[in-house]
């Protein structure tokens, strides 16, 4: 058994298989980019999602942040506040020492001042 095969029948063989395996080729490629597609579009969608979760999270901690900056003005604001009344209300130790010192030393005086006014009463008798 002998096949025999001019050359135009091995030539349109030879075309018949390569366009075979170019359709072939053709729709692998064509399947392969669709599911890239596919990938690429659930990939953007997951994107998308994340990021707005994000925004979400970022606005709500920019609220807190903004909420927790104004609690720290009011508190700083008060505490110069009560830092503005303290020397009018507040009388350092050694300022009353020095004041009940004085007290003290007038009452001394006055003390001997009266004896002084008793002995000399007592002498006159």
Do not use: C
Not at 8 to 27: Q, Y
Not at 73 to 94: C, M, N, S, T
């Amino acid at each position: 058994m002998t096949v025999q095969l001019e050359m135009r029948e091995i030539i349109v063989l030879l075309l018949a298989f390569l366009g075979f395996a170019f359709a072939a080729g053709r729709l692998l490629l064509t399947q392969i980019d669709r599911r890239l597609d596919g990938r690429f579009a659930a990939m953007e969608e997951a994107r998308r999602s994340g990021q707005s979760h994000w925004d979400s999270q970022f606005a709500t901690l920019s609220e807190q942040n903004q909420r927790e900056a104004a609690g720290w003005q009011r508190l700083e604001r008060d505490f110069l506040g009560w830092k503005a009344e303290l020397p009018i209300q507040y009388v350092r130790r050694e300022d009353y020492v020095r004041n009940q010192t004085v007290i003290e030393a007038k009452l001394d005086q006055l003390r001997l001042s009266i004896e002084n006014q008793y002995l000399k009463g007592l002498k006159n008798d």
